[in-house]
């Protein structure tokens, strides 16, 4: 899963603790059905962010449980232009559901769709802000 977002966005900073109590109770389901220890049922998300000053990137970074791409990388290898453009976002937060086997794109409505692939108890989020 690939989820862009940034502090800068209200929504965004609603749907990230939402998001990251879904992976926390995914990875809880798996430990207690004993699926932790290979590939069955894993999910990784990587935070790609639309920050562009540094400290706001590592604070909001700091709420995350995930993988995130470096925000040097994001900005001076233009990762965060090149993800976007890639996957057409237009609004955050999103978040893109690949086929881990693959890669190819399962779903570009992750931020609506993800109860479908994390397990568990955890409660459900809600909208976004545009960017251009």
């Known amino acids: 899963m690939l989820y862009f977002s940034a502090h800068w966005c209200p929504p965004c900073r609603a749907f990230t603790p939402r998001l990251a109590d879904a992976y926390n109770a995914h990875i809880k389901y798996l430990e207690s059905a004993g ?13 790609i962010s639309l920050d562009s000053v540094l400290s706001e990137y590592e604070h909001y970074r700091s709420t995350m449980p995930w993988y995130s791409v470096p925000h040097s990388n994001l900005w001076q290898l233009n990762i965060k232009d090149d993800l976007s453009k890639k996957y057409s976002i237009r609004t955050i937060p999103t978040l893109i559901i ?3 086997e693959g890669g190819e794109v399962v779903t570009r409505n992750g931020k609506g769709e993800y109860s479908a692939f994390f397990k568990g108890d955890y409660q459900l989020a809600s909208s976004g802000c545009s960017i251009s």
């Open 35 to 47: 699926l932790n220890d290979g590939n069955d049922g894993e999910i990784e998300v990587i935070f």
């Open 98 to 100: 690949l086929n881990g």
